[in-house]
């Protein structure tokens, strides 16, 4: 691989006029030796590289230690923070920033949850302990627990809901899932912590672990999940977003700037051993969202 190459591979939003300059001003180095050329690099090699201005979206970078064991951690993650690099982050990233602000330099991500979502995320210590526990996760996790603030009052009090989830070849938005005849088997327990007006705070007991499982089956139960953007009002906010047509009132409809769901507990069987860890650091928009519609977070 060509050394600009893997710069851009590990800086996706960096421009290619960047790299010339990171070249031509010597700020590149393979093994401690300066590099001005875009030279072949090779497995092993060090590379360190230095950019003067360097600018990524704005993130809530506020993570928090949960709960630590031998091998593994339980984190806080804010919403709108990804968790590992996207086509826009790569610095300020949740396992980057565990791995530079705890002793955990090399810590790994043992599941994820999407950039909306805030809560609860494992990790382990190192990379091995990381291949040793993935293959393991779901014997791991034994219960998980999300809290969502959804549009309207259920007309049920529990409900234990399972479905196929697919995706459709017509829709619009790609990447949602719908409720189908055919698909993944998923399914969710959930119950009515408490309604206000036309709001209710739902609990939601994760049975299966598909991509969008909660947010697609609260929809399809009639249920969005407030300031969801692709499945509350039949998702709009994305699509206008992909064109570039946001306006003030379509932030408005929206409500919060990011879905309210939250990883709220997990229940722990490290090897024989159980741990259940809650995480209660809801986010600003939860909070001010419960406050505004009479809601007790």
């Given at each position: 691989?060509?050394?600009?190459?893997?710069?851009?591979?590990?800086?996706?939003?960096?421009?290619?006029?960047?790299?010339?300059?990171?070249?031509?001003?010597?700020?590149?180095?393979?093994?401690?030796?300066?590099?001005?050329?875009?030279?072949?690099?090779?497995?092993?090699?060090?590379?360190?590289?230095?950019?003067?201005?360097?600018?990524?979206?704005?993130?809530?970078?506020?993570?928090?230690?949960?709960?630590?064991?031998?091998e593994?951690?339980?984190?806080?993650?804010?919403?709108?923070?990804?968790?590992?690099?996207?086509?826009?982050?790569?610095?300020?990233?949740?396992?980057?920033?565990?791995?530079?602000?705890?002793n955990f330099?090399?810590?790994?991500l043992?599941?994820?949850?999407?950039?909306?979502?805030?809560?609860?995320?494992?990790?382990?210590?190192?990379?091995?302990?990381?291949?040793?526990?993935?293959?393991?996760?779901?014997a791991?996790?034994?219960?998980?627990?999300?809290?969502?603030?959804?549009?309207?009052?259920p007309?049920?009090?529990?409900l234990?809901?399972?479905?196929?989830?697919?995706?459709?070849?017509?829709?619009?938005?790609?990447?949602?899932?719908?409720?189908?005849?055919?698909?993944?088997?998923?399914?969710?327990?959930f119950?009515?912590?408490?309604?206000?007006?036309?709001?209710?705070?739902?609990?939601?007991?994760?049975?299966?672990?598909?991509?969008?499982?909660?947010?697609?089956?609260?929809?399809?139960l009639g249920?969005?999940i407030?300031?969801?953007?692709?499945?509350?009002?039949?998702?709009?906010?994305?699509?206008?977003?992909?064109?570039d047509?946001?306006?003030e009132?379509?932030?408005?409809?929206?409500?919060?700037?990011?879905?309210?769901?939250?990883a709220?507990?997990?229940?722990?069987?490290?090897?024989g051993?159980?741990?259940?860890i809650?995480?209660?650091?809801?986010?600003?928009?939860?909070?001010?969202?419960?406050?505004e519609?009479?809601l007790?977070?």
């Open positions: 691989m060509l050394l600009k190459t893997y710069i851009e591979f590990c800086m996706p939003t960096i421009e290619l006029s960047v790299i010339d300059e990171i070249l031509l001003n010597s700020q590149c180095k393979i093994d401690g030796v300066v590099v001005n050329t875009n030279t072949e690099i090779k497995q092993g090699q060090n590379i360190c590289w230095s950019v003067v201005e360097y600018f990524e979206p704005d993130v809530d970078i506020n993570w928090k230690l949960l709960w630590e064991g031998d593994i951690l339980a984190v806080h993650k804010p919403a709108n923070l990804p968790v590992h690099k996207t086509t826009r982050n790569v610095i300020n990233t949740l396992v980057k920033l565990v791995q530079r602000e705890s330099s090399d810590a790994h043992l599941h994820r949850l999407d950039l909306d979502t805030s809560g609860i995320v494992l990790l382990t210590k190192n990379k091995e302990q990381a291949q040793y526990w993935q293959p393991k996760l779901a791991l996790m034994q219960k998980k627990v999300y809290k969502a603030i959804v549009y309207g009052k007309n049920w009090q529990e234990d809901f399972e479905c196929f989830l697919n995706t459709k070849q017509d829709s619009d938005i790609r990447c949602k899932m719908y409720v189908c005849d055919t698909g993944k088997q998923s399914g969710t327990f119950k009515v912590l408490q309604t206000c007006g036309d709001y209710s705070i739902i609990e939601c007991h994760l049975k299966t672990g598909r991509k969008h499982q909660l947010r697609a089956h609260l929809a399809h249920h969005p407030v300031g969801d953007k692709i499945y509350a009002n039949n998702g709009e906010y994305y699509l206008k977003r992909l064109n047509e946001i306006t009132l379509d932030e408005l409809k929206l409500k919060t700037s990011h879905h309210l769901l939250m709220y507990e997990i229940e722990l069987d490290i090897n051993v159980e741990q259940l809650k995480d209660e650091h809801y986010s600003p928009q939860w909070i001010k969202f419960c406050n519609v009479g007790k977070g």
